[in-house]
Nanobody, 112 residues
Framework: QVQLVESGGGLVQPGGSLRLSCAAS????????MSWYRQTPGKERELVAR????????TYADSVKGRFTISRDNAKSTLYLQMNSLKPEDTAVYYC?????WGQGTQVNVSS
């Protein structure tokens, strides 16, 4: 069955960086577009970034453009999200998604 396991979250100061990873299994990773979403309490889950199956095309939410970079390693079936210049408003649970399947999420807290 499809499994998506996020990791790399934690507590970081404003202006800091984190790299999230999403290890995928149970499906042919290299043929699926992949996405990162985030959610804070009381709000809907929002799309952060999306990457095509080959990695040749990416899209970002306006709020993270220029600060976050989505990438993938199809040989390792792993999705990444490099987050730089983090802001308190980036605090959320971050999820990876593939074809309607979700991981359990990883918590990111940006605070001084």
């Amino acid at each position: 069955q499809v499994q998506l396991v996020e990791s790399g979250g934690g507590l970081v100061q404003p202006g800091g960086s984190l790299r999230l990873s999403c290890a995928a299994s149970g499906f042919t990773f290299k043929i699926y577009a992949m996405s990162w979403y985030r959610q804070t309490p009381g709000k809907e889950r929002e799309l952060v970034a999306r990457i095509s199956s080959t990695g040749g095309s990416t899209t970002y939410a306006d709020s993270v453009k220029g600060r976050f970079t989505i990438s993938r390693d199809n040989a390792k079936s792993t999705l990444y999200l490099q987050m730089n210049s983090l802001k308190p408003e980036d605090t959320a649970v971050y999820y990876c998604m593939a074809s309607g399947n979700w991981g359990q999420g990883t918590q990111v807290n940006v605070s001084s």
